[in-house]
DNA sequence: ACTTGTAACTTAACGTCGATAACTTATCAA
DNA sequence: TTGATAAGTTATCGACGTTAAGTTACAAGT
């Protein structure tokens, strides 16, 4: 049993960070080294390192390398969640809603390749994620992995809201949302597993990728 | 230097595999390893122990696990290459070609998904594969890594095509290739590493990504 | 005040990985 | 027969993720 209860937080030996926990630290560390050296390359005794513990001591927080990955995971896609949430409390037309969540997708995974990868793009990344990743139903927000889902079933919400507001599909609502959320990413799985590529203008591209997919996909006047 | 020369290929000891070289039969045993186990979870020794020498003998015909993996990918594009180079040759109408370049791309990706992810989607992957995976420009075909380049090659000079028949595009062509690319590899990348989601029909979601991506690219009559 | 329990560590080590160095054997041209 | 060379081998390296087992700090119970 985890005795977090007496004194809540204040009661282990706490020698270093006074105004973080241990796992905290931890959490901290890592992201700066996954997002600086990359996943595979950051090893589990640099985190150790650099949170001046023994290497041994993550294992007392996180069950292995990629629950501490999975941690950091969640935490970011909660972020997005959060900006999609923004946008579509926002009283702009369905369409225009569309069009800026599409953009915050792409710019979020943009500023966050590593976790992105991690969720959408490893083969080989704990199931949890790749199963419930972007699942629309029977989403429980407080598993861990269910963050990328949440914001597809947003995604997905907004284009029933366009069919609602008169403007047909090509497709069924469905097909629909997964196609679009399939090209944007497309567009920034290709941007970040090569980034060194010489692609045109990225800002072109994504403002062009969600134009391309509006225009394939919903019947403008 | 490789003296190959003299008496080809059959100079060697050739203990084992009587038709093969030992490049070839390391390459056969590898191909199979990372087919059934996936790249990081096949081993040097593991290919080593199939091809029935020690570890390190490996090391005489590729220089890392990377060469080895490379010269599949390569392998096998090579096979999409011919493919799409039939689809060139047929005299259809050029935005024609497209769809069918376009479903052949998929259908061989769906196909050959180890290679796919390895090739496109594996962030380990060998920094040359990624760098010249598909570089409109500068391609030696017979450098390594270069095959899925030709390839994309033959995508782009498609949509000249599709311009000089007098069809306009909403992009400019090297970006209209490459927002096309990018949605069918997004669709590709979608089924490959989450195949047990339930995705709307598999075959809708071909035809209709590339009715969008057309759609969506050049401006129709 | 002294024991006891336990959370939070440590050091040591295991097994495996990719890769290299250094040695050995087989083959064949001279 | 020799001796160069191709084609291996065994032994080993350093680093990895992870586990086992021992140690220290500290709060509560008596």
Redesign the interface.
Known sequence: MKSELSTPGVGSRKKRGEGHTRREEILLAAKKLFLRE???ATTIRRIADVVGVSAPALYLYFKDKEAIMLALCDETFGILVERMGKIEKTGLPPIERLRQCGEAYVRFALDNPQEY?LT?????TPKKV??K???PEAIDPNEPGSAGATAFAKLMGMFRDIENAGMPL???V??AA??V???????V??LI??P?????KRD??IS??I???????VRLP
């Open positions: 990359g996943y595979e990868w959408f793009l490893s083969g080989n790749k199963d990743g972007h699942k090509y497709f069924p469905d097909t997964e196609l959320w399939m090209s944007l990413h497309g567009l799985a290709a597993t090569s060194e590529f010489p692609w045109t072109a591209l062009g990728m134009d391309m997919a509006v225009r394939g996909v």
